[in-house]
C-alpha cells in the first residue's frame, strides 16, 4: 500500500493536490511566480508518517521529481521554504526538511511554500515536474 | 494444546549412527547404554504436544518439536506419531518402510496414530521402528495475543503544472459538467464571480443534446471552467471555477439549459470541525459576544467577525482566510492593460464609517466567603460558688451560638486539632459533619474561698463552666464586573470627527451559590486556616472564559472599525486574467486615480459565439484609509483584557472582631456594673435574690447540771425554704440575661451584591493604502 500523506491546498484538509486538482504556477520569462503555501499530512487518525529508512532519525523531505530530464522544466526551476519569508533565501531545487514524523490529523499539518521560475523560457504548459515526499512509512501512532 | 507445523509432506528417514534426512531437521544416534538406537525426528516448529509414554514398550516422548524413539522397548505393531509429523495411519503397515508420499495428511482427530519410521542402520539393510504415542491433549483454551501492526510505505508525488504564457490573444473557454467536456455546447456567455468571504459562483447556459432532459440529474454535477490560451505550441488552461451545479435552469423559448454553480463553500465549511474551523480562521468565539451560532457557517462567520479578513476557497478549493492589510502588490494596472473607460472609483463614505465604540461588557459570578472566630468562655467558679448563681448548662450555650447564624465545630484553635483527635478541618466534606464544642465541665466539688463551706454538684455532663468554639460562617457574593471597553481610531476621529456605536457582551455563570451556602459539605473549601478567605467561583464561566469573551468582543470592534474604512472602491477591467484573485492585492495606476489596496471582487466573463468574442476580467479593490495626513503615528493596543479588581482586604478593626473571648457578667451585687450593657457577650446572670435553705437542723450534746446526764441541747432547728439574699440589690439586677454571643457583623462591601466598573481603552490603527484622484 502507498502511503496516506498528501499535499493539500488548504490546512483544513478539504481539497487534496490530485492530477485534475494540481498544484500551478505561472512564471513568466523575466519573474518567478509568487510562492503558494500548501500543507503536507493526512486527514485520517492514529497515523505517523516517517522515512522508511531510519524511521524517527531520518527527515520526510520535500524535494522535487523531475519526469523528464531532457526537457521542460528543470528540479531547479522550484524552491521550498516553511516560511513565506524564507523563500528569497532558499536553495532553487534544494529538498526541504519536514520533520523526521509527521503525525495524521489536520492539525498535526506541516505548512510549507513554494516558487517556481521558468529557466526554459518558452511559451508552454509544464507538466514534467512533480513534488515528492519519497521514502514514506505509515505507522500506527 | 496442538501446534501446526510447516513440515507435513515431508519424509521421515534416519541413517543409524548418522543424521536423519528430511522433516526439516531430525537426527539419530545409538544409545550405547541401551540396547537399541533413539531416533529423533525434529517437527521443524513447535509441535505444542506432549505425548507421554503410555506403559513399557510404548516409548515416546517429545518436546520443543522433537520426537524420540527407544527402540529396546518398542513393540512390534502399529506403531506411529502424531504432531508435528503428521502422517497417515491407514497406509502404514509395521516393518516396512514407508515413504514421503505417505506423510501428507494431518491427523483431524484425537487418538493414536502410526507413522513409519525409516532408519537405515550403518550395516545393512532396513530398520522400521515402529513407535506408539498416544497422545494425550490438555484441556482448556488458550488465548494467543495476536498483534498486528499494518504499516504501509510508499512514494508520494504532486503533480505541478507550470504554465508560461505567451503573448496570443487567441482562446477558449473549456467547460466540464459532471466530467464531461460540454464546451461545444456552450452558448453565450460563461461567468464566474468572486467576492472576498463569500462563494465562488459561476454561471453559463449549454444547449442539451437532443432527448428528454432530466433537470434533478444536473443538481450538485461537479462543474469547471478554464479560460484555455492558445499559444503557438499549444493550449495553456487556466482553472477560472471548480464547484457544483446549483440550479439548472430550463428556457423552453430557446431549449438551452441554463447552469447556477457555486463552490459550495457555505456546506463545506458547514461540514467542518469547529476546531477545524478555528485552526483555519484563528478566530475567536464567545457565546457571550456572538450568541449561540445556528450551524457552523453561521459559527465560522462568527470567527471571521474578529478577523481582520475573509474567508473563502481559491480556485484550487483550497479554504483560506486572507488578511485585509499587508499583501504586496501582485500586479499593477495602468491605461496599458485596462479596457477604455473601465476604471472607477467610488469615495469612501461618512456614513460607513466607525471609528468609535463604546463596548459594555458585564461578567456575573459568586465570589465566595468564609471566616472564621474563635471563642472563648470560661466562668469564674469563685464568684458562681459564692453567690450560688445557677449552672451554665450546654443547651444553653449551643442554643446562644445557634442563635448567630454561624455554624460552630470542635476546636481549641484555627486548623488544630483537639479532644479525641478530632480535626477542626479534617472532614472530608471541608467542614466538619457534627458541630461540637470543647466543653470545660464544672467541677464536683468547690471549695468556697474565706469560708468552710464546700459547692457540691454532680451535673457535669450537661453544665458549662467554660468551652472553646470555633465559629464558621460561609456565604456567597453576587458579583458583576462592569467593563467599559472604548476602542477607538484616534487618526479617524481626527480627520472625521467621532461616529460612534455601541456594542455589548456579558458572561454568567449559573452557578447554584445557595446550595453551596446551605450545605456545608458542598465544594469548593475555603478551609485552608486563614480566619478570613475569598474565592471567585464560576465552574462554567470562569475567569478564562471572562478574558477569552473580552478579548473576543475587542476584536469584534477592531474589525468593525477596521472595515468600515474600506468602504472605498476602485475597480477596472482587463483581458481575462485569472490570476487575479481576492487573495491578491492590485495596484492602479492611471493619472486620474491611483489606488491599491485588496481585491474583494472578480468577474470573469467570457463569450465565444461567433458574434461577440471576448473574455474580460473585471476587479475591484478597497483601498484602506483614514484621510488624515501627518498624524501621530497610532500603535495599536494588544486586545489584552484589563485587570479585574480582587476584593480588598479587611481593615485591622474587622480583624480584631473576629477573636472574642466571652466573659460572666454577674448583676444584682452591689459591685455589679451599671448601666448593663447590649455589648456585652456571654453568661450574663444575676445573683438570687432569694436563697433556698435546706436546714436538716442539728443539736450538741450538754451534761444535766441537776441529773448529771448527758442530754441533746437544740442548736439549730430543721428549715426547708427560702430567704432573702443578703447580697442582692435589686437596683443593680441586669434585666437582659442569659447567654449571650454576638458574631461580627459582615462588611457590606464583602455581602452585599457589588458592581465593581473596570474602565480600558484600545487603541485602533487604521491601514492607509494609496486612494488619490486627480481632478
Known sequence: MATDIAIFHDAAGTSPVTAGNPLTAAPDASSSAAGQQKWIGSTGSGIKHRRKTLPGVNQLQLSVTDANDASGLAVTDVRFALTE??????????????????????????????????????????SDLSISILDVRDDPA | MLGHSPI????????????????????????????????????????????????????????????AYHPAAAVVGRHGVRGASAVSYAAITAGEAHHTSLLTELPSALGNY???????????????????????????????????????????????????????????????????DVSSRVTGEVMDEQNEGAAHIAEFTLKPANGSINPYSYVGAAVTIDHVRIESTGEIAQRR?????????????????????????????????????????GGRFSLGVQGEPENNWAYAKALMETVAGSLDAGRDGGLR???????PVW???????????????????????????????????????????????????????????????????????????????????????????????????????????????????????????????NETDTTCLGFQAGMYKRWAQNVTETYSLTVLAPES?????????????????????????????????????????????????????????????????VVKIKDSHRSGRAWATTLMDTSIDVSRALRIDTPKVKATGKVVKVRNVSNADKDAGYATTEFHIAPSGHGGIGLPEVIETPNTPPDAPTPAAPSAATRSAFGQALSMHVGGLASSPMPESEDW??????????????????????????????????????????????????????????????????????????????????????????????A
Open chain 1, 85 to 126: 519569508a524564507g523563500l528569497t533565501s532558499a536553495t532553487w531545487g534544494a529538498s526541504l526538511n519536514l520533520g523526521v514524523e509527521i503525525l495524521s490529523g489536520v492539525a498535526n499539518m506541516v505548512s510549507f511554500w513554494y516558487q517556481v521560475k521558468d529557466s526554459v523560457a518558452a511559451v508552454a504548459q509544464y
Open chain 2, 8 to 67: 507435513a509432506g515431508a519424509p521421515i528417514a534416519a541413517l543409524a549412527g548418522g543424521a536423519i534426512a528430511g522433516v526439516g531437521a531430525a537426527s539419530y544416534s545409538p544409545d550405547a547404554a541401551a540396547t537399541g538406537v533413539y531416533v529423533t525426528v525434529n517437527g521443524g516448529g513447535d509441535p505444542g504436544y506432549s505425548p507421554e509414554a503410555s506403559g513399557a514398550g510404548r516409548h515416546g516422548e517429545a518436546g520443543d518439536g522433537v520426537l
Open chain 2, 114 to 180: 502410526y507413522a513409519p519410521l525409516v532408519v537405515t542402520v550403518g550395516q545393512s539393510g532396513d530398520y522400521s521402528a515402529p513407535v506408539v504415542v498416544d497422545v494425550d491433549y490438555p484441556s482448556g483454551d488458550y488465548t494467543a495475543p495476536l498483534v498486528v501492526a499494518v504499516t504501509q510505505s510508499g512514494d508520494y508525488s504532486a503533480p505541478l503544472v507550470v504554465s508560461v504564457l505567451g503573448t496570443s490573444k487567441r482562446w477558449r473557454h473549456k467547460v466540464t459538467l459532471a466530467g464531461m
Open chain 2, 241 to 281: 471555477f471548480t464547484g457544483k451545479v446549483h440550479i439548472p435552469q430550463y428556457n423552453p423559448a430557446d431549449r438551452t439549459i441554463t447552469f447556477t454553480c457555486t463552490d459550495d463553500l457555505q456546506n463545506r465549511i458547514a461540514g467542518l470541525d469547529r476546531d477545524i474551523l478555528g485552526l483555519i480562521t
Open chain 2, 321 to 327: 482566510v486572507t488578511n485585509w492589510d499587508g499583501l
Open chain 2, 331 to 457: 500586479k499593477t494596472f495602468d491605461l496599458t492593460n485596462t479596457l477604455d473607460g473601465s476604471i472607477g472609483q467610488e469615495l469612501p463614505q461618512r456614513g460607513n464609517i466607525i471609528n468609535r465604540i463604546d463596548a459594555s461588557f458585564e461578567y456575573r459570578f459568586s465570589r465566595l466567603h468564609r471566616r472564621t472566630c474563635n471563642l472563648r468562655y470560661e466562668g469564674d467558679m469563685g464568684i458562681i460558688a459564692a453567690n450560688a448563681l445557677p449552672l451554665l448548662t450546654r443547651a444553653t450555650v449551643e442554643a446562644a451560638l445557634e442563635s448567630t447564624g454561624w455554624e460552630f465545630f470542635y476546636g481549641d484553635g484555627f486548623g488544630g486539632s483537639s479532644g479525641a483527635g478530632s480535626s477542626v478541618f479534617a472532614d472530608a466534606g471541608g467542614e466538619p459533619a457534627v458541630p461540637q464544642i470543647n466543653y470545660v465541665p464544672y467541677p464536683e466539688e468547690y471549695d468556697i474561698p474565706g469560708s468552710n463551706a464546700v459547692w457540691i454538684q
Open chain 2, 493 to 557: 476621529i481626527t480627520q472625521n470627527g467621532e461616529i460612534r456605536r455601541e456594542e455589548r457582551g456579558s458572561l454568567a455563570s449559573e452557578w447554584d451559590a445557595s446550595a453551596w451556602e446551605n450545605d456545608r459539605r458542598a465544594v469548593p473549601v475555603l478551609n485552608s486556616g486563614d480566619w478570613n478567605q475569598t474565592q471567585d467561583y464560576a465552574p462554567d464561566a470562569g475567569a478564562a472564559a471572562r478574558d477569552a469573551a473580552i478579548q473576543t468582543l475587542v476584536d469584534v470592534c
Open chain 2, 681 to 774: 457577650q456571654g453568661w450574663i446572670v444575676n445573683v438570687q435574690s432569694g436563697i433556698n435553705v435546706s436546714d436538716p437542723g442539728s443539736d450538741a450534746p450538754r451534761i444535766n447540771a441537776e441529773t448529771q446526764k448527758t442530754e441533746r441541747e437544740l442548736v439549730s432547728e430543721k428549715y426547708t425554704g427560702g430567704t432573702l439574699n443578703p447580697m442582692y440589690v435589686a437596683a443593680n439586677a441586669y434585666q437582659n440575661t442569659g447567654f449571650r454571643v454576638v458574631m461580627p457583623a459582615i462588611e457590606d462591601d464583602v455581602r452585599d451584591n457589588i458592581a465593581p466598573a473596570i474602565n480600558k481603552t484600545y487603541e485602533v490603527k487604521i491601514p492607509a493604502d494609496e486612494f488619490e484622484l486627480a
